[in-house]
């Protein structure tokens, strides 16, 4: 029998939080544990939990999502995946170790592939990010099967053809790819 990755949805929107439960409900190999309305509940209750991935928005009150990244990572082993509306926070997202990122605008079947990739070690980030902030044609890039989800890892073996932006960033993913990993067993 194989064990469901555990998940922490954390959102301010209550109807965020319904929504993104529905969506994973049913999805094979994959439990939700819980859900937080701030990040300091979420920290409260992933102390309690220790969930194998936390699912967080960036801009929330109180505590962002950034900063709740890093405490998370601080604190405990596991993998965080950020699901914003805002592209402009990756860099600092992925600088504070979340292994995700990831717009709501996401399809159910992306989401639930996102959480599997984490969950397998794998940094993932939606398409439509680097298409925005960096005008690269997902079309070039290494997608999961038919998804519009990119694993950064997978990208870093190509670096030398990507504009420099990208491959800054990819180097400070490797980066936090290999302290998450260290810190993860």
Not at 41 to 60: E, F, G
Request: aromatic share 4%; glycine share 8%.
């Amino acid at each position: 029998m194989v064990n469901n990755i555990r998940v922490l949805l954390v959102d301010d929107h209550e109807c965020v939080l319904v929504g993104l439960q529905r969506m994973l409900d049913g999805q094979d190999g994959i439990a939700v544990v819980d859900t937080a309305a701030s990040a300091v509940d979420a920290l409260n209750k992933a102390t309690v939990l220790h969930p194998d991935i936390i699912l967080t928005d960036v801009r929330m009150p109180g505590m962002d999502g950034v900063l709740f990244t890093r405490r998370v990572k601080e604190r405990l082993k596991c993998r965080i995946i950020i699901l914003t509306m805002f592209e402009e926070y990756i860099s600092v997202g992925m600088a504070a170790g979340a292994s995700g990122y990831l717009m709501k605008d996401i399809k159910r079947q992306d989401l639930a592939e996102a959480i599997r990739k984490v969950h397998q070690g794998h940094i993932v980030i939606a398409a439509a990010i680097l298409q925005m902030r960096f005008h690269f044609d997902p079309q070039q890039m290494k997608l999961v099967g038919d998804t519009d989800l990119v694993l950064v890892d997978e990208l870093l073996g190509r670096a030398a053809d990507l504009a420099p932006e990208l491959q800054e960033m990819l180097v400070q993913f490797a980066a936090s790819m290999s302290e998450a990993r260290a810190g993860i067993g």
